[in-house]
């Protein structure tokens, strides 16, 4: 669930976006982030579920 400009957004997602989002928010690197949703969901595509996280708005900002 995103609000990105007041517009509520519900997108549903599979368990391998979930563990990525979920090792992303506990402060995990993309790349062991991947690793992870690959175990729990081997069709796991990152260059999509980027993709789609940033243009929903569930991923607001990059850090090194």
Avoid: C, N, Q
């Avoid at 989002?21 to 992870?36: Q, T």
């Amino acid at each position: 669930l995103t609000r990105p400009h007041a517009t509520i957004r519900l997108r549903r997602i599979d368990s391998g976006v979930a563990t990525f989002a979920a090792a992303l928010a506990d402060g995990s690197r993309i790349a062991a982030s991947a690793e992870a949703a690959l175990a729990d969901s081997p069709g796991f595509e990152l260059g999509s579920v980027l993709f789609g996280l940033l243009k929903d708005g569930y991923i607001t900002g990059l850090s090194p």
